[in-house]
């Protein structure tokens, strides 16, 4: 869930950033140890026992500060640049990281990777690279990955005579199928926004492969009107005209626990969501996850560039390193135990999937094997794990791809006011 509460991020980053300096000193470096601020939520168990591990053996002690979901963004913000800054921060990598990295505040770790090459070596190269920019490496992937995955209720499946789609053609008879069952295709928390919006990550890498939105967030507003890009975006208007997705789900929302009861409940088929979904019908349909909760990837499309093994979502969360601190070797030190198998260990144990090459061997120690290997292995094969879109783009981009994205499924804008939509995002 960490991925929803990101997009409380507004334009005030960017203002804010922009007096930067080189500032001295810092609060967290002058009591002698090394601060380390993370988002605050259940895994914070896992963060305090490595905290308390580290310490055993170091000189520098390190301090674990949380700050709560909700409001982390927005205090981020406003300590990142003052006494109060933390050595190391909890963050999304892409985007969420990017102003920091313009405002020269994030030191590269480009250095402590030659000193111990583990620190990218022993990391899933799809997942490491959602923190690099301009060519040098400003995190270290900690907790858990998330792809996003097609999940379906495996009784309305069965009631209907349809399988998991493995193609698009496949899902839009799928979705004729289920209509005539009077059940909803496709659970959509359109209210939210950013739900809809995977739909767009995935048949535009489908369709056009990665390199279009790489193009577009490195500045080629081209890229959005391209003949890839208009047919991705025929091809979503298909599926909503086709009525995958009911006519309500403009005002359901993921958040509240609407669309994935949709699910649960078997008044809908299918929902595309993040890795996080399972975990969720757990615990909110225990019995319903346990026996009819499903799951595959996302279709394929006949003559897209996109390759079959790419996935989109959010590849992790990654520690950055401030400038500012004082004590370089003991945040290096720090940051290798983000590869230990006492780290691996503990996250499954939570029900988060590392991205750690070791992560294997420890997979059956996990709450639920079978899903934890398959995104594992979903993830270890992929030619390309694309980022959020609105993670990818600076914050100030999320408000304006939301709207953009609602706005072409409900009808208030065709494909070229999408395109222009696109067109006029901040650039990266």
Avoid at 161 to 166: D, F, K, L
Wanted: one cysteine or more.
């Amino acid at each position: 869930m960490s991925r929803v509460l990101v997009c409380a991020t507004t334009l005030a980053l960017a203002a804010s950033l922009a007096a930067c300096g080189n500032g001295s000193g810092g609060g967290s470096s002058n009591d002698g140890k090394i601060h380390v601020l993370v988002y605050g939520d259940a895994s914070n168990k896992v963060e305090k026992q490595i905290v308390d591990t580290f310490n055993k053996t170091s000189h520098v002690k390190a301090v674990l500060d949380t700050i709560p979901g909700a409001d982390y963004q927005q205090k981020l913000q406003t300590i990142i640049n003052t006494p109060q800054a933390p050595d190391i921060f909890f963050n999304w990598g892409g985007g969420s990281i990017q102003p920091f990295v313009k405002a020269g505040l994030l030191t590269p770790l480009d250095d402590f990777i030659k000193k111990d090459p583990g620190l990218k070596d022993k990391f899933l190269p799809a997942v490491f690279n959602s923190a690099v920019i301009d060519g040098k490496s400003y995190g270290i992937p900690m907790r858990g990955t998330q792809p996003v995955l097609l999940f379906h209720n495996k009784d309305v499946l069965d009631k209907a005579g349809v399988q998991p789609p493995q193609t698009w053609d496949q899902l839009l008879d799928v979705v004729q199928k289920l209509k005539a069952k009077g059940v909803t295709p496709i659970a959509l928390g359109g209210g939210d926004q950013w739900p809809t919006l995977m739909w767009f990550e995935y048949v535009y890498d489908r369709v056009a492969g990665p390199g279009l939105f790489q193009k577009a967030l490195d500045g080629d507003k081209a890229a959005w009107a391209s003949a890839d890009s208009k047919k991705a975006l025929g091809m979503l208007k298909q599926l909503v005209d086709a009525g995958a997705f009911g006519k309500n789900y403009d005002s359901v929302k993921y958040t509240n626990g609407a669309s994935p009861a949709l699910v649960a409940s078997g008044k809908a088929g299918f929902e595309l969501m993040g890795s996080w979904y399972y975990a969720q019908q757990q615990q909110d349909a225990k019995d319903f996850a346990a026996k009819g909760l499903g799951y595959t990837t996302f279709p394929t499309i006949a003559g897209g560039k996109g390759d079959t093994s790419d996935v989109v979502g959010n590849t992790n969360n990654f520690y950055s390193v401030l400038k500012k601190t004082k004590h370089p070797e003991a945040v290096a030190d720090f940051l290798k135990l983000m590869y230990s198998d006492t780290f691996v260990k503990a996250q499954l144990a939570i029900g988060n999937l590392p991205t750690t090459t070791n992560t294997p061997q420890f997979l059956g120690t996990s709450a639920s094997p079978a899903y934890s290997r398959f995104q594992y292995d979903l993830v270890a094969k992929a030619k390309s794990f694309q980022l959020s879109w609105d993670q990818a783009y600076p914050p100030a981009a999320i408000t304006p791809i939301h709207q953009a994205v609602q706005q072409f499924f409900n009808g208030q804008l065709d494909a070229d006011g999408f395109i222009k939509a696109m067109q006029a995002l901040p650039a990266k």
